[in-house]
């Protein structure tokens, strides 16, 4: 507990591959009441014989202000087979439609040289699905963010300044 008795809880997951990981936290105050709550959902993968991959899947988020009324937030996470996350969807509060919105990572992979997780497009979209902002990476002195790196350089990158008309480079 801190100076004025707020205490925090995580809860650790013991399972084999979420080992560790926090399943949840949260915050009350000195008479016990919950404020904040966060959950996690984890997930493992076995992409070759052997080797695990574990992936957070979801995060939810309750603030509760001291009763039990709440107000409910989530995020949800896709990654690629190399375990970048290439997709994040923030459901905003979840009793409510219309506030959601998601980005996305598009990737550049040269195995050859061990380069995997080098961005060439970031966007974010709002809950329409409208792009509201984008990043284009650049790498040893391409002139098309789409060109596999080689030795994975950031050497330019484009940022929208107000839709996509405007960049900076």
């Not at 809950?127 to 509201?132: D, F, L, N, P, R």
């Given at each position: 507990?801190?100076?004025i008795?707020?205490?925090?809880?995580?809860?650790f997951?013991?399972?084999?591959?979420?080992?560790?990981?926090p399943?949840?936290?949260?915050?009350?105050d000195?008479?016990?009441?919950?404020f904040t709550?966060?959950?996690n959902?984890w997930s493992?993968?076995?992409?070759h014989a052997?080797?695990?991959?574990?992936?957070?899947d979801?995060?939810?988020?309750?603030?509760?202000?001291?009763?039990?009324?709440?107000?409910?937030t989530?995020?949800?996470v896709?990654?690629?087979?190399?375990?970048?996350?290439?997709?994040t969807?923030e459901?905003?509060?979840v009793?409510?439609l219309?506030?959601?919105r998601?980005?996305?990572?598009?990737?550049?992979?040269?195995?050859?040289?061990?380069?995997?997780?080098?961005?060439?497009?970031?966007?974010?979209?709002?809950a329409?699905?409208?792009?509201?902002?984008?990043?284009?990476?650049?790498?040893?002195?391409?002139?098309?963010?789409?060109?596999t790196?080689t030795?994975?350089?950031?050497?330019?990158?484009?940022?929208?300044?107000?839709?996509p008309t405007?960049?900076?480079?």
């Amino acid at each position: 507990a801190d100076a004025i008795g707020t205490t925090t809880t995580t809860t650790f997951s013991q399972d084999l591959h979420t080992k560790g990981r926090p399943l949840s936290a949260e915050v009350r105050d000195s008479a016990g009441r919950l404020f904040t709550k966060t959950t996690n959902t984890w997930s493992c993968t076995e992409p070759h014989a052997g080797v695990h991959f574990t992936t957070l899947d979801a995060t939810d988020s309750f603030v509760y202000d001291g009763d039990d009324t709440f107000r409910q937030t989530r995020a949800r996470v896709s990654y690629d087979a190399y375990g970048n996350a290439t997709r994040t969807d923030e459901d905003g509060e979840v009793s409510v439609l219309g506030d959601e919105r998601s980005a996305t990572t598009t990737f550049l992979y040269n195995p050859t040289a061990w380069l995997l997780n080098k961005p060439s497009l970031t966007q974010t979209l709002n809950a329409s699905g409208v792009i509201v902002a984008q990043r284009r990476f650049y790498y040893d002195g391409a002139t098309l963010h789409t060109t596999t790196p080689t030795t994975g350089t950031l050497t330019k990158e484009d940022e929208w300044l107000n839709g996509p008309t405007g960049s900076t480079g």
